[in-house]
């Protein structure tokens, strides 16, 4: 009897058998006809794979264990020791980390680019053997919007590859190979999956060649995806264009509110008519802005942060994001702790600063609990 799942069963082996000798030479003669070890290729994670270049309009991927690998495999694809690497001064705490601290070991050296810098002035920054800028859609925390075209322009003009971390954005909003970028990135666990159960990355290149690149790395460094989170991941994306809907329209209500109330000093959010890149993001996010909110508190202390987080309801804090229920960061403390408080003034992180994921739930209850959360003293 033959059977035909219509959704992908989860093939939690490490190993495939064969049936002869012949059978092995036809998988090492035939890529991608046949299965032999779970790091190598498993039927999941060719699928999450799959999936993820069919949204970005890529020519392939590799799925990897995390966000983390996702950069480093990322990174490895174009780089080799005594090479070098332009990384915009805004991004995601644990990526400066990898390029600063573990990447410099194997002999990559790093050079970090304002925001100001990485359209208009980057010659500046380059190296004889620069290989590529990496850079955020909307940068974390302070959602900042890159112009992905004009990156692309001056990336491309010094001979280097554009990679792009995706990960706040998402495909459904902005998709950066129609832009000019050579890999694209995402931290999976996020809103890919979107459920908060999954923790996984995703790396899609623009060429085969770069993709067979990506695999070749996944599987020599062991970067592999597990089947069941895999399995996980896909189904979580079979919702991601309505969970994206949900998110956008709750937190462009959230951010309003925040721009009224009193206890907060500032909101950094791209759908708001005053943020320096509203009119790129727009264009670029195709009318929608994201899920993601960040506030600076007018008591801008931490004590006033913890105030804010112990009246809230609705919004836990965990450090993470874009699950489909809304929590809150503190990226001094979490995502961007390893920078030094220099460091952190520098790019505008201060002791009050929050960082809200909207989830997708009514949007009067968010509103409610922020609402009450900022009144409490």
Request: proline fraction near 5%.
């Amino acid at each position: 009897m033959k059977i035909h799942p219509k959704i992908t069963p989860i093939y939690q082996t490490s190993v495939f058998k064969f049936e002869d000798l012949n059978e092995l030479e036809l998988y090492f003669g035939e890529p991608g006809s046949r299965y032999l070890y779970s790091r190598n290729g498993n039927p999941n994670s060719d699928e999450l794979a799959a999936a993820v270049t069919q949204l970005e309009g890529g020519a392939g991927a590799v799925a990897t264990g995390s966000g983390m690998a996702a950069i480093f495999a990322a990174v490895m694809a174009y780089c080799e020791a005594g090479d070098h690497v332009l990384c915009a001064a805004d991004i995601y705490g644990g990526s400066s980390a990898l390029l600063s601290q573990e990447l410099s070991r194997l002999g990559i050296t790093v050079s970090y680019v304002p925001f100001a810098d990485l359209t208009t002035n980057l010659p500046a920054y380059a190296q004889p053997r620069t290989r590529l800028l990496l850079c955020e859609t909307i940068s974390n925390p302070l959602l900042r919007v890159i112009d992905l075209r004009a990156a692309a322009n001056a990336a491309h003009a010094l001979g280097l590859k554009l990679v792009v971390d995706n990960t706040f954005a998402t495909p459904v909003l902005t998709r950066p190979f129609e832009h000019g970028a050579d890999l694209v990135m995402h931290s999976v666990t996020k809103y890919l999956a979107g459920h908060s159960d999954v923790t996984a990355g995703a790396v899609v290149a623009r060429t085969p060649e770069d993709a067979a690149r990506l695999r070749q790395i996944g599987t020599l460094f062991g970067l592999t995806l597990s089947p069941m989170e895999s399995w996980l991941a896909v189904r979580g994306l079979k919702t991601l264009r309505l969970r994206m809907e949900a998110h956008c329209r709750n937190a462009q209500a959230v951010a309003e509110l925040l721009v009224r109330h009193p206890a907060v000093g500032q909101v950094f959010y791209p759908g708001l008519p005053g943020h320096p890149q509203h009119q790129l993001a727009a264009v670029q996010g195709a009318g929608s802005f994201g899920g993601m909110v960040s506030f600076r508190l007018a008591d801008d202390t931490t004590e006033a942060v913890s105030r804010f987080m112990r009246a809230s309801q609705r919004f836990p804090f965990a450090p993470s994001l874009a699950g489909v229920d809304s929590s809150l960061s503190y990226p001094a403390g979490t995502s961007h702790r390893a920078l030094t408080e220099e460091q952190r003034q520098e790019l505008g992180i201060t002791a009050g600063l929050v960082r809200l994921s909207v989830g997708i739930e009514p949007a009067a209850e968010l509103l409610a609990d922020l609402q009450q959360a900022l009144d409490a003293k």
